[in-house]
């Protein structure tokens, strides 16, 4: 109905393979039912599925459904698989390859993430979003996990920045297990299953949003050695 009336919209997207960010805005037109019909059909099995099955324009009852839903994920990834490492790389995957990235920069929406709800229910979101959904279900399977400010373009020469809040470009997660920290990105799809097999870009340095950290985070050994 918003467009209806003001068709005027506006997008960002993360080129992750390139390390930049592709904006859009301008007019746009409703299509046809063939038109988004062909589209559908081209987009991933998984990408199709998860579309079925996501409650996207239906309200959610009350935080509490909220919680059980998180909490059921939680328990499906740890009753399906035998060990931790299997457990938790099938929790990163599920918002990797089940939650679409997918970003429009409107208003507060380029700097407040979505709710852990409105992500479940469009089965889409942004870096913000996936890595709040990605905390609150590893929260509930008794995982440890921050957030991590980084900036996938010019990451290597963020240490050499004047400290600013639009010095970051993107949002990622660091995640511990056995006393173990790795670095995590939910927006790339189709990663290894096992939490300890899962790559990661090396983005140069990272703000944790633990609360604590006030200085960067050096995210391999080598960039630490030049600090």
């Not at 099995?45 to 009852?61: T, Y």
Request: proline letters at 4%; hydrophobic letters at 45%.
């Amino acid at each position: 109905d918003e467009l209806r009336e003001n068709p005027q919209a506006a997008l960002v997207l993360h080129w992750k393979s390139l390390g930049r960010q592709v904006r859009a805005r301008g007019p746009v037109t409703r299509v046809t039912a063939e038109e988004a019909d062909a589209y559908f059909a081209s987009r991933a099995r998984n990408s199709r599925l998860g579309a079925h099955a996501s409650r996207q324009s239906r309200p959610l009852a009350d935080r509490a459904t909220l919680e059980r839903a998180v909490e059921a994920l939680a328990e499906r990834f740890l009753s399906e698989h035998d060990t931790l490492d299997a457990q938790v790389g099938a929790a990163i995957n599920f918002v990797q390859d089940e939650i679409r990235y997918f970003a429009v920069a409107l208003g507060t929406g380029g700097y407040i993430p979505a709710s852990t709800s409105e992500t479940l229910r469009t089965r889409s979101g942004d870096c913000k979003a996936k890595t709040v959904l990605q905390m609150a279900i590893l929260d509930a399977m008794g995982v440890e996990a921050e957030a991590v400010f980084v900036n996938s373009a010019y990451g290597l020469a963020l240490n050499d920045f004047a400290a600013s809040p639009i010095a970051f470009n993107h949002v990622i997660t660091r995640v511990r297990v056995d006393n173990r920290w790795r670095w995590i990105d939910p927006t790339i799809p189709h990663q290894a299953s096992l939490f300890s097999n899962i790559t990661q870009p090396i983005y140069g340095f990272g703000l944790i949003l633990d609360g604590r950290s006030t200085e960067l985070t050096a995210m391999d050994s080598d960039i630490a050695e030049r600090m």
